[in-house]
């Protein structure tokens, strides 16, 4: 069966502003004469941004500087154009201001939509110009730009078809051969062209895909909804001088040419090449994609785009939206813009060129959809070209998380949280919980303020802001005030090791002052259970009920060295600590040469793999056998753990990991990808918490319920496809060996027997299900009562197992 191809163009409209990204070191330090950059605004007439606020009027020509282009010494410049607010339907031109204004528009736009397109404009003194048939608001985003005319010459446009004038549309299944070179503004040595195709109101759904004639291709350059006049800009190569066009059904075309190329600089291009459709798990393995969702799409060394690229040429298509939205296309190793590649709206199939950046080290880039009504939606991508470079880089078949086929990676490339308890960590695909001081009606999972050791600032800052991203990495810092206090951080999709063993990677700077200090861990638990940690102090630990973790504080006995410390198992609420053999140790991490480790997990067997800090060499650092585990899929944790490290040397005092960052990297696991759970968490209480045992302020986070009820609202609940249950997690205190019942949304309370042992005054992480009927999209309510007075709950999470594809 042939499968239905799209692609499509859409300009940053929703956001409103971005910084030119860096100039990679990872390649060879030369002039570029193509330069990708970050979206950068340079005209907003809502706001006032490059021109007066105010729609462009009818007539009025209007000159836009481009400053970051005009000081590279561009020659013509790479642009996003998006028409709003439209008064009625019409067009957008935009062109060299030293040029009088040509025939031929850029973008076609109607009330009710924004409309969003590429271009490519030679500039003059810095600038260009526009105008527009209709009074419209108008943005306009930088992409790029070309120095010289190596790469690219940009012309004035020039109509090279009009099948409404000539009278023979495109044929479904016909190929049309178009000559471009030689023509008015096009040399006769032109290997490369750029194009801008208009769809004029077809009778049907389908898409129109221009490549070179005689080269096969699986993409497309147009996509379009029944009824639309619709246009997308793209660079195609030149067969002798001319390109073919194809439909997939009957339709009216307008070609304009916009420029051209000989194709000896750094810009190639070739046939289009679809490199993700989401519509097709079996082929992309990435499923729909949820609104809020971050898609990570190797680039280089795919798809024909080689291993060495700087930049990529993409066509990027939304197809099936549900709702208004749009998505945004950037190097995943730089901050998420704020800006738009794309525009979107309910049932039309929209596509945009995309000029972007690689990311340095991955080659990757990423994608977001946002939805207004958080639908989801299908996004293909197609590689038309891409920028020459010279970056060194891993084979595309191994990720930055060290494994051939993940089937789950973050590089921490940039943050993405919403100031939510996740803090700077996508609250969709991450967890966070967080355990501090605990006296009920003194003190109520009091957490220290703490200073981030990175990031730029080292103030003191409190719960979420402990959890950042930055430089590629994520940093955990915990002020342990005095006491035992832990913070954890869990994606929400679960590893499978079941009747096999299993891989975790992961990178930390692992500089543990010892077992009485901070010190990193990591677990798999049976359930999404928040707090989870080993035992200190003979302490009753807050643990899931079926797990194996290790924490990595210590267990060398030399100075610089750290290693495995402690292995630890849950089996049906019950803790013990396996002996393990230690032969070897590693060299101290820090965020700047961390060590690296490997996970090897069976249900019987635990192997923990390391590197010297900065080093590639694993050595054998622990082996845990015959565990037989209760379990054989979890979720995986990395916790930072601390037990008064202002003692880990001591009579003194004097330790210094009391205030800690730990710095983490490149999580990934292997295995199937079965599914990923939707957690919603209850806000934190944020309240002044009291004074720790060292003196430092803190801020509770908890709920105490007393004999309640107490009422707590979960908001923006949804799912994205059918869970197979619900259930609430949290963390629970009491003096009494109770944990309190819960109701959802006024319905019957839930009643759950202690299931641990006899030992109060200490935290317990438990999972309670809930009837799936009872959880509505939206927000819900969650009653708690308790039958003791001192009962106090925390990091309260709502769980909808198995909500979510795995992209």
Known sequence: MRRSRLGFLVLPVLALGLAVGPTSSGHAARPLSVTPVQPTRVLDTRIGIGAPAGPLAIGVHLPVEIPSAAAAGAASVALNLTATDAA??????AWPCNEDEPSTSSLNFTPGRTSANAAVIRLTSGKVCLASSQPVQVVIDVTGWYVDTADFTASSPNRLMDTRITGDPLIAGTERHLKVAGTPGVS?????????????????????VAHPCGQTTNGSTVNFSAGETVANFTLVGLTAGEVCIAASTDVALIVDSFGWSTGAGQLKVQSPTRLLDTRDPATYGIGTSASGDTVRLRAAGVGG????????????????????????????????????????FPNALRSNLSLVKLSV?????????VSANATPTDLIVDAVGWI?????????????????????CDTFDSPAGAGTRTGDLDPVLWGVSRIGNTNPGQHI????VTSVMGCGSAEFTAAPRDVRVCDGQMYEAVNDGGGVANLNTYPKQPFSFAGRTGKVTFDVSADSDGSHGAWPEFVVTDKPVPGVRRSISDMIPAGAANSIGFSLDGGCGVPGLTGVGAVFVTKNNVYSEPSFKTPNCVTKGSARTMNHFEVRLSQNRLEVWGTDAGAGNLKQLAVADNLGLTFGQGLVWLDDVHYNARKAIEPCECGTQFNHTFVWDNLGFDGPKTYRDLGFDVPDALQAGGTTLAGDSSTALGYQV???????????????????????VLNTYSFAAVVPSVSVNGGPSIQTPWPFDAQTYSWRSISIPVPLDQIHDGTNTLTFTSGDSSTIISNISLILVAASPVP
Request: with cysteine; glycine share 12%.
């Open 388 to 408: 020459e470079g010279s970056a060194s880089r891993a084979p595309a078949g191994l990720t930055s998380c060290g494994l051939a086929a993940p089937a789950f």
């Open 305 to 344: 785009i080689p291993n060495t690229a700087d930049g990529a040429v993409l066509t990027v298509t939304v197809a099936n939206p549900a709702g208004a939205g749009y998505v945004t296309v950037w190097p995943c190793d730089q901050a998420f813009p704020t800006a738009s590649t794309l525009n979107t």
């Open 445 to 448: 999972n009091d957490v220290a």
């Open 361 to 369: 080290v991955s080659g990757e880039v990423c994608l977001r959809y």
């Open 188 to 208: 006769g040595k032109a290997t490369i062209a750029a194009l801008n195709l208009t769809v004029d109101r077809p009778g049907r759904a389908g898409y129109v």
């Open 706 to 728: 007393g004999t309640g009820p107490i009422d707590l609202q979960v908001s923006g609940v949804r799912r994205d496809q059918a869970p197979t249950g619900a259930q609430i």
């Open 88 to 93: 009625a339907d019409g067009w957008l031109k």
